[in-house]
């Protein structure tokens, strides 16, 4: 009898924990967008948990800009105390699983052989694997029907497959192989059928509301343009082409999956749109700068020479699009949860995210 009243008032106080405060907890899945510091506890060659990351954040935490993740600015938005912390710091038990964790990790893609060159990432199918075992924590001390109630409002975000091309199929050397014996649409068909079923896995641990990210204009990134120079000052075209195949195709299994999976709220954020247009009207958006890293070396675009502690650093960060040769600065990352929370149609779809945690 005493074991049973613990675990009922155990199970009152993480409800409560979760139900007072009235804000939906976020569970994070991706790649180094997003990466709150999981690569840290990880032997990885794809690593941020070094000077000059997080300058604008009091220092290096594991996050790959200078400042805040899109991930953390969301959460700002919407009324956490507390940034999403990473699964595998040894914080993240407890009650503290009821407001929500970051699974995403540096180097992670949708297809499991993606990243290896980096060593060490967890790549999305894992990522969900530790959600699983998130969820049984919750469930053994919730009671499955009340953590069934608070998955239902939660949110479950994914921001994942630039990896896929950028460290797989667009490898330099490595890839030329690949791509003359594998046809883009074959590599990308093999992608959306993985994620089907790895969203479809999330649906079926009681994931509903399920923002799913498309891939940015990859091509426009310090590093394209900074390997293939023929470019010049314009974004380098295939490796857009390919993001923009993808995307076509997962914004069909957006909709696919809305459609078939009873009671599920997908949203397609259209990252490719929002970046491009920033890139477009950058000094209107108050940037100077929208095709250099800002964390520079060596390079026409200060890419040759990865960020690091012998890196310099741009003055003004808040002028710059791109912290370092793949990520944004904390000041871009802003812009995009602007439109991601308040936008309309074109930047997501079918609704906002202020719209989904309400609906």
Not at 215 to 233: F, L, N
Not at 286 to 300: D, P
Request: aromatic share 10%; charged share 15%; net charge neutral.
């Amino acid at each position: 009898m005493v074991r049973i009243t613990l675990q009922i008032l155990t199970s009152l106080v993480f409800l409560a924990i979760s139900l007072v405060e009235n804000v939906p907890a976020h569970f994070v899945f991706g790649d180094s967008l997003v990466d709150a510091g999981n690569n840290n506890y990880i032997a990885s060659l794809s690593k941020a948990n070094y000077i000059p990351n997080g300058m604008d954040f009091g220092g290096p935490t594991g996050r790959y800009t200078n400042g805040r993740t899109i991930i953390d600015i969301v959460g700002q938005e919407i009324g956490f105390k507390d940034f999403t912390p990473p699964y595998l710091a040894p914080t993240t038990v407890g009650a503290v699983v009821l407001k929500g964790v970051n699974y995403a990790s540096g180097g992670g893609g949708i297809l499991n052989h993606t990243g290896k060159i980096f060593g060490g990432r967890i790549n999305l199918d894992a990522q969900i694997d530790n959600f699983a075992n998130t969820r049984q924590d919750i469930m053994s001390s919730t009671g499955a029907p009340a953590a069934m109630m608070l998955f239902k409002k939660d949110l479950f975000s994914l921001t994942i497959g630039s990896n896929d091309f950028i460290n797989n199929y667009l490898r330099p050397v490595a890839s030329t192989v690949e791509q003359k014996l594998v046809p883009p649409e074959t590599f990308v068909g093999a992608m959306i059928s993985r994620f089907r079923m790895q969203l479809t896995r999330l649906y079926n641990m009681g994931a509903r509301k399920i923002i799913v990210a498309n891939v940015g204009p990859i091509g426009c990134i310090p590093y394209q343009r900074e390997i293939d120079p023929s470019a010049g000052d314009s974004c380098v075209v295939f490796p857009n082409e390919l993001a923009q195949i993808f995307n076509i195709w997962l914004k069909s299994l957006v909709v696919e999956l809305s459609t078939n999976l009873k009671g599920s709220k997908f949203v397609y954020a259209d990252f490719y749109h929002i970046v491009e247009n920033i890139l477009q009207n950058y000094i209107s958006y108050g940037f100077e700068n929208a095709n250099s890293s800002c964390c520079y070396l060596a390079g026409r675009f200060g890419v040759l020479i990865p960020c690091g502690p012998s890196s310099k650093v741009c003055w003004d960060r808040s002028k710059y699009v791109f912290w370092d040769p793949y990520h944004p600065t904390d000041a871009a990352n802003s812009i995009i949860v602007k439109h991601l929370m308040d936008g309309d149609s074109s930047d997501i779809s079918p609704m906002n995210i202020w719209h989904l945690i309400e609906s």
